[in-house]
Structure formats: C-alpha cells, structure tokens
C-alpha cells in the first residue's frame, strides 16, 4: 500500500534504533526516488494508488520535496516529468541530484505485455542551490526498480527491470560530469 510516513534509522551510539519524520505533506505514494547529503532527505515523484472502475490504479507524481530538521517539509519545483521507480538512492554529485529515468505512466497497461519497448531513460538533473531542474541525455538502457550504489567514480544500477516484469542481469555504472 502507499504511505507518506517517513522514518530515520540511527545507527551510531550503543542502541540503534529507529524514529518517525512528520509525515510527507502530500499524496501517499510507492516508489519514489529519494536521496540526501549533510543537511536534507529528498524525495521526488513515486505513484498514488488510487481507485477506478473498482480497481487500484496509478497516478504518476511529479512533485518534489525536501525535509530537514531544522525546517521540516518544503515542496520544491516539480519534476519536468512524472517518475515512479528510478533507481534510488538518486546520485548526488557537486549540489545535483540526478534522476535516471523511471517509469512516467505514458505506457501503463500496454498491450500485449511483450512487446512492451521499455521505459523511458531521460536523465533529470535537480540543482540544488537553484531549486530547478534540467534534462541532461537519456540512459542507454534504462531499467526501473533497481538499485544504485556508489562505485568507484561514479553509480552502479544492477538488474531492474528493463520493460515490466522483465528483470535484466545487466550493470550499467553512471558517472555523472562535473557541472560546468
């Protein structure tokens, strides 16, 4: 099911434990991207469940938010484009958080399955110290559901899934240039 419950774990002292954010000030959702550096968690995009024709269906997100302690929630300037299941944790590099593609919904409940073509690999740069996004290429063989794990100078996204319900064995590793 959906949430907007947000929890930090402690992992430092002799009792790690886990605590409660407030909860996420919008829509509760599955799959968004999420990141964070020093000061702040960030979540972009994800999918509401909602109902329609007594079914579930999903409502693609392009909102952004931060959280701090010091100030809480702050709602920042929406994805160009809904994005739900990008490979999270997001890439942080030099106050840009990149976005590798995810699914935007354009292609929910295609038909027949098989010869779904795959989900769209643009590449969304959140600047942080703007508050504004940018396009920046498109993943040469974007998956969805995956992970992605800092690697040497830059981000492998191991296995996901390269169009629904199709897992790929395949390691891309990322490496964000530095900005200009």
Known sequence: SASNRVFTARFHGESPHWRELPPLPAAPRILPAAAADHHAFYLFG???????NSKISRRYLRDAWRYSPASGWQQ???LPFPSAAAPSPAPLQHGIIHILGGDDGALAGFSPPDKHPGFPGRLLQYHIATN????????PSPRVTAPCIPFASGFAIPSGESRPGVRS???????PAPPP
């Open 46 to 52: 994800g999918a509401a469940l909602e109902p329609k």
């Open 76 to 78: 920042l300037a929406d």
């Open 132 to 139: 504004t996004w940018s396009v920046s290429g498109s993943m």
């Open 169 to 175: 064995p395949q390691v891309d590793l990322f490496s």
